[in-house]
């Protein structure tokens, strides 16, 4: 698992907890949670 930073046109980004694994060669990745609403500090705690 892994906190991921996405960007938004216009808006600010958005912070994913996700998980990834490969198949055939191939990253895949699937999103946990949206953690966008905590508070930086919480974030940076997990």
Do not use: Y
Not at 12 to 32: C, D, G, Q
């Amino acid at each position: 698992m892994h906190i991921d930073t996405v960007p938004n046109r216009n808006s600010r980004p958005a912070i994913l907890l996700r998980e990834s694994w490969r198949e055939n060669n191939k990253v895949m990745k699937r999103t946990l949670a949206n953690i966008s609403d905590w508070p930086p500090e919480k974030v940076a705690a997990l």
